[in-house]
Nanobody, 120 residues
Framework: VQLQASGGGLVQPGGSLRLSCVAS????????MGWYRQAPGKQRELVAH???????NYADSVKGRFTISRDNAKNTVYLQMNSLKPEDTGVYYCRGRIVVLDTLYSYEYWGQGTLVTVSS
C-alpha cells in the first residue's frame, strides 16, 4: 500500500492550491484520512481529517479557508486551500488508516509529503 501526495507549489498570499493524495495497492477499504503539515522548525500538526462517511474536522488555524474531501471510488483525499497565508508554508503529508486486502487488519500509512510555499 502506498500513498502518493501531489499538488504543492509556490503561491502568493491570498492564493489557492489543491492537494491530492491517492492510495494504491492491496486495499480493502480506507477508514479515516487526513492531512498534516510540518513547518520549518516545528512539529508536524493535524490540518484536517475526514472519516469514511465524510465527517470532517479542522485545525482552528485553517477553518473557513481549507476544505478536505474524498473520493472513495478513487481512493483519493483532497485538500482545497484558499486564502493562503505565509504561515501555511510547510510540507504537507497525507495519512490514511487502511484495511489491507484479504485481512481484517488496518494499518496507518503516510504519503511522502508535498511542499507548499506561500510567499510574495
Amino acid at each position: 500500500v502506498q500513498l502518493q501526495a501531489s499538488g504543492g507549489g509556490l503561491v502568493q498570499p491570498g492564493g489557492s492550491l489543491r492537494l491530492s493524495c491517492v492510495a494504491s495497492g492491496s486495499i480493502s477499504s480506507i477508514n479515516g484520512m487526513g492531512w498534516y503539515r510540518q513547518a520549518p522548525g516545528k512539529q508536524r500538526e493535524l490540518v484536517a481529517h475526514i472519516t469514511s462517511v465524510g465527517m470532517t474536522n479542522y485545525a482552528d488555524s485553517v477553518k473557513g479557508r481549507f476544505t478536505i474531501s474524498r473520493d472513495n471510488a478513487k481512493n483519493t483525499v483532497y485538500l482545497q486551500m484558499n486564502s493562503l497565508k505565509p504561515e501555511d508554508t510547510g510540507v504537507y503529508y497525507c495519512r490514511g488508516r487502511i484495511v489491507v486486502l484479504d485481512t481484517l487488519y488496518s494499518y496507518e500509512y503516510w504519503g511522502q509529503g508535498t511542499l507548499v510555499t506561500v510567499s510574495s
